[in-house]
């Protein structure tokens, strides 16, 4: 018998606030430089949504905080699973600028997100450890990767595991890349399984890249040299093109990596959930993965996306895209006991992950 990590329970929290791409028709773009690209809003938004795939996202209440958030996706996890919230052994929340008040971009750090979440889940066990994970995008893949090592060494049994964001909170109203950024949070929990059969997460792979690509992300100042406290304000940036060719470069043979320590071939993996930031990225690296292996044809349902509704929620995608068909609540997606799915993130960093996973 051998000991492995098993998804028993999921949870998220898709935020209220629907927020459609007409919305920033009232917006004034600029370049970096602070400089309009001459073009009309209109063509700006057209041209967005070709490329991304995003029509709409969803924004936190303003009396919501990413803490908020996590918290409803936990309750959720732990009522789908059944279990004693007092059993768990650690509490992980991935996420990238703590909490952040509504009209603020000032980030809350301290106490930690997962304490914040350990609190209002009023759990009373002091060896139920919290704490936080900073990892780009890819923090949520990276907490199940470390709640799996804890598993494995025999250190834990459950562990509850977060990704939750409020990037609405933190990007430049004056920068095109701020359509692209949603709110969310999902949560797993992982539970210790002794099989004689492979079962659950059966391999991962994890790369950072910051000899020439460490601030191809990064905080910096408003697109507006007019705009209010640009000195002291700081938003999410990005070197758009520059972070589509590394993504195309290095997340498809990390993926192929982790799909061959796992001992399986491609044709073994049914689902790839995937982070989502840009639709046209996503098909690209999963065309690239399929010539890897010398296939040309993808299957349509391998990579289920839910980026057109949802924009790009940071560490929540993953988790909130698996809670969506574990539930059966995302047509035509679903998870077949013996079935094998990778899941798998890139983000600031750079830092790339995945986890190949068996039902």
């Not at 840009?278 to 349509?300: C, H, S, T, V, W």
Request: glycine letters at 6%; aromatic letters at 8%; one cysteine or more.
């Amino acid at each position: 018998m051998s000991r492995y990590s098993k998804i028993i329970g999921s949870g998220r929290c898709i935020p209220e606030v629907e927020v459609k791409n007409e919305v920033f028709l009232q917006n004034t773009f600029y370049d970096a430089n602070g400089e309009s690209n001459g073009k009309t809003t209109h063509e700006t938004l057209e041209k967005f949504y070709n490329i991304t795939g995003i029509a709409e996202r969803r924004y936190a209440r303003e009396d919501q905080k990413a803490s908020d958030l996590a918290f409803i996706a936990a309750s959720r996890a732990i009522e789908s699973s059944g279990i004693d919230k007092e059993s768990l052994d650690y509490i992980l929340v991935a996420h990238n600028f703590g909490d952040v008040s509504a009209n603020t971009v000032a980030p809350q750090l301290m106490p930690s997100l997962a304490a914040r979440v350990k609190h209002l889940l009023k759990i009373e066990n002091p060896k139920t450890v919290a704490y936080d994970i900073l990892f780009g995008c890819p923090g949520w893949v990276q907490a199940m990767i470390q709640a799996n090592y804890f598993i494995k060494s025999g250190d834990a049994k459950r562990v509850l595991v977060i990704g939750s964001e409020t990037l609405s909170r933190v990007c430049d109203p004056h920068d095109r890349d701020s359509m692209i950024y949603a709110d969310g949070a999902g949560a797993t929990i992982l539970e210790a399984t002794e099989s004689e059969s492979e079962t659950g997460i059966l391999s991962h792979s994890v790369r950072t890249d910051t000899l020439n690509e460490a601030y191809l992300l990064w905080s910096g100042a408003s697109h507006n040299p007019d705009f209010q406290n640009r000195d002291r304000d700081f938003y999410i940036k990005m070197h758009g093109h520059k972070i589509y060719e590394y993504v195309i470069s290095n997340v498809p043979q990390l993926v192929k990596e982790c799909i061959e320590k796992a001992g399986l071939e491609l044709k073994d993996i049914k689902k790839i959930l995937i982070h989502q930031a840009n639709e046209k990225m996503d098909e690209a690296i999963a065309k690239r993965l399929f010539r890897l292996y010398g296939e040309r044809q993808i299957p349509d349902d391998i990579m289920p996306m839910i980026i057109k509704k949802m924009g790009n929620n940071s560490v929540a995608t993953v988790p909130i895209l698996y809670d969506m068909i574990a539930r059966g609540e995302l047509e035509g997606h679903q998870f077949t006991k013996g079935d094998h799915a990778v899941f798998a993130s890139v983000g600031a960093g750079m830092s790339i992950n995945a986890f190949v996973y068996q039902f």
